[in-house]
């Protein structure tokens, strides 16, 4: 069992995750943009690389994030938040690539693949999640999953949020999840009924 468990740890070791996301401020205070200061102070402190794309029309936004330890570029394409999210994307891979080449160059004696990369996207100021990602990074590899697909506690979710948002995330949720048993193997829990007194948060993890 020991022996597992350190070649586990070994393999988990050699397998980045880098989180991304896309922001935009209206001005450099705020909630908002504390919370995704915190966030990526929280995601330094757990030792993940943390991409954003910021579409802020204030440059002193992009510098405080920069400050706390992101990698930031500014949005260069038109649209909003999915195109910030495609930037995003785009950066946190060519920073992988890059990184995994620069380790391979020195560590002759192991290898990085490319490809076993995590890419781990998050809204930017909800600055708990960094604390929530060496879970789903360890069911990632424990399961072999191509995706997953964490999400909230229902009660919380339920509890926290606005009725409407509530129903209308759920009710999309579970679409997608329909959607993705036609094409995906589910190898985690099945989603829980939002209805359901037993629910519990949990992610669901897919394999291709």
């Not at 570029?73 to 995003?88: D, F, M, P, V, Y």
Request: net charge positive; glycine share 6%.
């Amino acid at each position: 069992a020991t022996t597992a468990a350190a070649a586990a740890d070994d393999e988990d070791d050699l397998i980045p995750l880098v989180i991304f996301g896309a922001t935009m401020f209206t001005a450099a205070d705020g909630v908002r943009l504390r919370d995704s200061v915190s966030s990526v102070n929280n995601a330094r402190k757990m030792g993940f690389t943390i991409v954003i794309c910021d579409n802020s029309p204030d440059p002193s936004v992009r510098s405080k994030l920069v400050e706390a330890g992101a990698i930031v570029i500014q949005q260069q394409s038109k649209g909003r938040k999915g195109a910030g999210l495609r930037e995003a994307l785009g950066a946190a891979i060519s920073h992988v690539k890059k990184s995994m080449q620069r380790q391979n160059k020195h560590q002759s004696n192991v290898h990085f693949d490319i490809h076993r990369a995590i890419l781990a996207f998050q809204e930017i100021e909800k600055m708990d999640m960094a604390f929530q990602w060496p879970k789903v990074k360890r069911d990632i590899i424990r399961t072999g999953a191509d995706i997953a697909v964490p999400w909230r506690d229902e009660e919380l979710f339920s509890s926290s949020y606005p009725s409407a948002q509530y129903h209308s995330e759920t009710f999309g949720r579970i679409l997608l999840n329909i959607q993705a048993r036609k094409t995906l193997k589910i190898v985690g829990r099945a989603t829980p009924s939002p209805w359901s007194s037993s629910s519990s948060p949990s992610s669901s993890s897919s394999s291709s």
